[in-house]
């Protein structure tokens, strides 16, 4: 993908759970519009990947780049920006965290078992109507149907193998090192991260601010229009967000 000579900053998002890169569209746009190139990457559906080998694919794609970058990580994709942000410091700008987690996003997470997510993944994928109920939870209703559509693609491509594998990995993350600063886009109505888990991400950065956000866990596409317009004011040393205490 080419990069406009005009571009102020590049950002690498580094999706979610599904990791297929299919629910960004919006997000990329309004960014493009100010001035701010995005590179969304993603995950292979049908293969599953261990963490170490998830990052060495994402590690590839950083290396490549000429220019130290913004790296976005969303949701699942949060733990591996922070990962390769502590890696490659030289390679990295700033991080931007969204709707993010680096410890198990809440309690209950840890007594599921990976056959039980399979078996309702399975579910999600064969079941029309159960989808399209996940998704009306999901989505806020001001999303379009579009948005809807494609997060239903997304949850059919990938295999139930693979978000098996992903939610174990999701509950052994035991991240304790730190790094600088941290910028946090946390949702206003995320039913799926716990404050704890927040408060958690919080305190393995010297410095990290939260700038709350009106929407659901899936912000990127909830409020796209106001996280690019946030993500803009802080890569250009403009954003002004509350004091991170997770709570």
Known sequence: ???SNSAIEHCILIPGMDGTGLLYDEFQQYLANQNVHLTILNYPTAQV????????????????????VWLIGESFGGHLAYQLAQQHPEKVNGLVLVASFLTPPFFLLKLMPAKLVQFSWLCLQKTHLLRKLVISVLLHKSCSDTTKTKLSHAIKQVDAKVIASRFTQIKQLNITSELSNCHYLKPTSDLLVSNKAIHQLSQLFNKSIC?????????????PEKCAEIVYKIITCQGT???????
């Open 49 to 68: 990947l261990t963490q170490p080998e998830l990052l060495n694919q994402l590690d590839s794609v950083l290396q490549q780049q000429d220019k130290p």
């Open 211 to 223: 700038y709350p956000i009106k929407g659901t866990h899936f912000l990127l596409q909830t409020n």
């Open 241 to 247: 967000g509350e004091a991170f205490t997770g709570e």
């Open 1 to 3: 993908m080419v990069i």
